[in-house]
T-cell receptor, first 114, second 121 residues
Framework: AQTVTQSQPEMSVQEAETVTLSCTYD???????LFWYKQPPSRQMILVIR??????QNATENRFSVNFQKAAKSFSLKISDSQLGDAAMYFC???????????FGEGTQLTVNP | EAGVVQSPRYKIIEKKQPVAFWCNPI?????LYWYLQNLGQGPELLIR????????DSQLPKDRFSAERLKGVDSTLKIQPAELGDSAVYLC???????????????????FGEGSRLTVL
């Protein structure tokens, strides 16, 4: 079974600084999708960024980018120019290409200090 | 366009009582998910529907949990009887068919509701 591990339960960053959240996963599949989801205190989970495993280029979405290392099974999220609104729980997630089950990591609670 | 709607947002019950949660997915999303999220943890899948069919319910504790999705739209998740350990947030999500990976419209993205927080006393 696939597993997703986030080794940082909590992280903090100063406003306008850069922070990197770590994620590793375990799979025997060669093709899959990886995601970072954000869950603010209101609890509605929203997608931050998505990476297809067959693509070598790292995904970017404005201030959010990933460092996808397929051989190392690593998928970190970099948040640049951190804003107060970035404070939330961030979940790394894995989806096999059959689309059958989205597996989440344990989450990283990000605090942004003014 | 309305997002995934869940109700109630909060529910407090005594143990051994029944409870039900309702979910209305995004229009056009044939796939519906119920996730359980314990405090400080990532969501765990309880059940996944493709239209009316439950295609993955291997994680659903069937002795006390049940779910239905009549007419392939709204869904309800029921717990009877509730136990102290059932206190958690129950998340509903929806997506295009197959988890969103087949076909040009799909992105693999799940759209979540705000969740229903259950407290069992």
């Amino acid at each position: 079974a696939q597993t997703v591990t986030q080794s940082q339960p909590e992280m903090s960053v100063q406003e306008a600084e850069t922070v990197t959240l770590s994620c590793t996963y375990d799979t025997s599949e060669s093709d899959y999708y990886l995601f970072w989801y954000k869950q603010p205190p209101s609890r509605q989970m929203i997608l931050v960024i998505r990476q297809e495993a067959y693509k070598q280029q790292n995904a970017t979405e404005n201030r959010f980018s990933v460092n996808f290392q397929k051989a190392a099974k690593s998928f970190s999220l970099k948040i640049s120019d951190s804003q107060l609104g970035d404070a939330a729980m961030y979940f790394c997630a894995y989806l096999e290409t059959s689309g059958s089950r989205l597996t989440f990591g344990e989450g990283t609670q990000l605090t942004v200090n003014p | 366009e309305a997002g995934v709607v869940q109700s109630p947002r909060y529910k407090i019950i005594e143990k051994k009582q029944p409870v039900a949660f309702w979910c209305n997915p995004i229009s056009g999303h044939n796939t519906l998910y119920w996730y359980l999220q314990n405090l400080g943890q990532g969501p765990e899948l309880l059940i996944r529907y493709e239209n009316e069919e439950a295609v993955d319910d291997s994680q659903l504790p069937k002795d006390r949990f049940s779910a239905e999705r009549l007419k392939g739209v709204d869904s309800t998740l029921k717990i009877q009887p509730a136990e102290l350990g059932d206190s958690a947030v129950y998340l509903c999500a929806s997506s295009f068919p197959g988890g969103g990976l087949a076909g040009g419209r799909n992105t693999g993205e799940l759209f979540f509701g705000e969740g229903s927080r259950l407290t069992v006393l």
